[in-house]
């Protein structure tokens, strides 16, 4: 991605981008060249390549496309270009969009079931549970117009056997959901191979909700729709 020298706003969205994207690997939320990262700019936004592995990830790889899809700097976006620019479309305050290939979102969108107020920390996503939206093929127009459904509401979903997605105010936010449903998913996938998980009820969860607009981190990220 070469940009301007003055840019340094851009440049350092593009350094936080790959060093993100190393971050899930490190995590073990995706290998080789899976999942993908998006960053909102002046212009569009800035998103990871297609195809380009982890190792040799750097941030002249990155895309910059225009709110449209089309290239400003750099070419062969990640093939769910689409789903990110229809989130920052439906969504006009996420700043971020952070999509996953994680062990064990994968293995519950397989199932193709939501996540459900197991944990009072479902709340995270915004919501009473995390949505599962329906099956379509990566890269699709459906698929993201199907994420974009899940979404209403909430800031993370499963994408039925495929994944998960999640988008904030900032990468920090978006990056943060990840790592948290991620761990959300495992303890659900955990507690259902010991028997019959108890869920919290819609009253419950209103109250977590209520209660997460003022609790500490989560404070400031609770104003995505």
């Known amino acids: 991605m070469r940009t301007k020298g ?4 851009k440049l350092e969205k593009a350094d936080a981008i790959v060093q993100a994207y190393k971050r899930l690997y ?4 995706n ?3 899976s999942g993908n990262i998006s960053v909102k700019t002046k212009n569009g936004f800035l998103i990871t390549p297609s195809g380009v592995s982890t190792e040799r990830l750097n941030k002249e ?3 910059e496309l225009d709110n449209l ?3 400003i700097v750099g070419s062969n976006p990640s093939s769910e270009w689409c789903l990110h620019a229809e989130i920052y479309k439906s969504k ?4 971020a969009v952070v999509h996953t290939h994680s062990n064990f979102a994968c293995a519950l969108s397989s199932l193709q079931e939501d996540l459900p107020p197991f944990s009072y920390m479902v709340a995270v ?3 009473k549970d995390v949505r599962c939206c329906d099956y379509a093929i990566f890269g699709s127009r459906e698929l993201a117009n199907k994420v974009v459904e899940a979404l209403k509401g909430r800031k993370a979903c499963l994408m039925a056997n495929h994944g998960l997605v999640c988008c904030g105010e900032d990468l920090t936010e978006a990056m943060y959901l990840a790592v948290e449903l991620e761990a959300l998913c495992e303890q659900y996938m955990i507690a259902r191979s010991i028997g019959e998980v108890k869920v919290l009820s ?4 209103k109250m977590v909700l209520e209660k997460f607009e003022n609790y500490g981190h989560i404070k400031r990220k609770s104003k995505v729709k």
Do not use: F, H, I, S
């Open 69 to 71: 899809g089309t290239p």
């Open 92 to 95: 006009r305050e996420v700043g």
């Open 31 to 33: 290998r080789g060249a």
């Open 6 to 9: 003055k840019d340094k706003e």
């Open 202 to 205: 819609d009253t419950e969860m």
């Open 26 to 29: 490190k995590l073990k939320l």
């Open 125 to 127: 996503a915004g919501g």
């Open 61 to 63: 790889y990155l895309v």
